[in-house]
Structures are given as C-alpha cells and as structure tokens.
Nanobody
C-alpha cells in the first residue's frame, strides 16, 4: 500500500501544473484527502483537502483562489490543479489522508505506512 504523487516539474511564475495522487490497495474516496508540501529546510505544511463527500474543499490561505483540489473515485485519484504559481510555491508536494484537529489539518498516513513518494514543484521567477 503506497501513496504516490506525480505531475511536478519546472514552471515559470504565473504558470500552471496539475498534480496527481494515486494509491494501490486503498480507496482514496474513503478518506479526507489532503495535499501537503515541504520546502528545503522547512516544515511540512498543509495545502488543500478534499472531504470524503467529494465536494467539500479546504485550502491554506496562501493558495486559496489559485489551487483547486478534486478527486476521481473511478480512477482512485486525487488531483491538485495549481494556477498562477509563485516562486514561494516551490516545494516537494505530498498527498495523504488528513483530519482536522486542534485548529489545523493533520496528516494521517497510518493506513499507507508512510508518506510515499512526493513530487517536486519548482517555480522560477
């Protein structure tokens, strides 16, 4: 059982990327799924979440209005459409189940064993 994020790359500021999250052995639509990111030397931070109902979405203030999270239960995938990218979006992006507690979104990777492979997003100025 493994989470795998893909779709990252090098893009100029103002550009777009679409990240994908896939998993084997688990049905992602049974979880509130989140995207997190971690820049070199920084802490992992919450980016966006999609509730189990497939409709309710939540975003960090830093990406609100620019990023869109969505899911496709038929493909067992979760996506992160990133538009109007900024250099400060440069990070390694990860997907993981998440839950709201203590006024923050917390990752929960227990069912998947680990964070899995992230995908690097680099935004040049």
């Amino acid at each position: 059982v493994q989470l795998q994020a893909s779709g990252g790359g090098l893009v100029q500021a103002g550009g777009s990327l679409r990240l994908s999250c896939a998993a084997s052995g688990r049905t992602l639509s049974r979880y509130t799924m989140g995207w997190f990111r971690q820049a070199p030397g920084g802490e992992r931070e919450f980016v966006a979440a999609l509730a189990e109902n497939g409709r309710s979405t939540f975003y960090a203030d830093s990406v609100k209005g620019r990023f869109t999270i969505s899911g496709d239960s038929a493909k067992n995938a979760v996506y992160l459409q990133m538009d109007s990218l900024k250099p400060e979006d440069t990070s390694t992006y990860y997907c993981a189940p998440t839950y709201w507690k203590n006024h923050r979104w917390n990752p929960q990777v227990h069912d998947f064993g680990s964070w899995g492979q992230g995908t690097q997003v680099t935004v040049s100025s």
